[in-house]
């Protein structure tokens, strides 16, 4: 298969009030500024990138099962707290199998014990936590040039 050129970011609950939130352990970047330089990033690649955001469980679950009909190559996210509870939200990315990077803005380990656990790593490709906005940078680097088996 060649690099992924269609490419979906998922951003789940709370993640819409960035700049704002709790900026010591989230940074002062807003949403939209990250998702901007995501765009810009891809597109210089030649990419399609698309972004989405709910504080809905539901909502993202209908999010992913959309994107294996977009045919959706790669899917970065940031499931925010539902990282830690919702079976859901794994259960889908495992139904359309389309290779996932998980992000976490801050280092979820260096945290609260219930932070620790993650529904998504054991079926991601990778994990990038701690290293702020940059680290969906940094997902979607990966992605450009991820080719599945090598
Ligand atoms: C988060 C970490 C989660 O534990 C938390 O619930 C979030 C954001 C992060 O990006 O660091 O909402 O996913």
Same mark, same amino acid.
């Given at each position: 298969?060649?690099?992924?050129?269609?490419?979906?970011?998922?951003?789940?609950?709370?993640?819409?009030?960035? @700049?704002?939130?709790?900026?010591? +352990?989230?940074?002062?970047?807003?949403?939209?500024?990250? *998702?901007?330089?995501?765009? $810009?990033?891809?597109?210089? %690649? #030649? !990419?399609? =990138? !698309?972004?989405?955001?709910?504080?809905?469980? #539901? $909502?993202?679950?209908?999010?992913?099962?959309? !994107?294996?009909?977009?045919?959706?190559?790669?899917?970065?996210?940031?499931? /925010?707290?539902? &990282? +830690? &509870?919702?079976?859901?939200?794994? *259960?889908? =990315?495992?139904?359309? /199998?389309?290779?996932?990077?998980?992000?976490?803005?801050?280092?979820?380990? %260096?945290?609260?014990?219930?932070? +620790?656990?993650?529904?998504?790593? *054991?079926? /991601?490709? #990778?994990?990038?936590? @701690?290293? @702020? #906005?940059?680290?969906?940078?940094?997902? =979607? *680097?990966?992605? =450009?040039?991820?080719?599945? @088996? !090598?």
């Amino acid at each position: 298969m060649a690099t992924p050129k269609n490419i979906l970011v998922v951003h789940g609950p709370n993640l819409n009030l960035l @700049g704002s939130r709790e900026p010591a +352990h989230y940074g002062s970047a807003t949403l939209a500024a990250i *998702d901007q330089r995501l765009l $810009e990033r891809a597109r210089a %690649a #030649g !990419a399609t =990138l !698309a972004s989405y955001q709910s504080n809905v469980e #539901g $909502e993202l679950v209908n999010r992913i099962q959309q !994107a294996q009909r977009e045919k959706v190559e790669f899917i970065i996210i940031n499931p /925010a707290a539902f &990282t +830690h &509870t919702s079976i859901a939200l794994r *259960d889908a =990315l495992a139904a359309v /199998a389309i290779p996932f990077v998980e992000v976490h803005l801050s280092n979820v380990f %260096a945290r609260e014990k219930f932070r +620790h656990h993650s529904y998504f790593t *054991d079926i /991601a490709v #990778g994990i990038v936590s @701690g290293l @702020g #906005g940059k680290g969906y940078e940094l997902a =979607l *680097d990966f992605a =450009l040039q991820y080719s599945p @088996g !090598a």
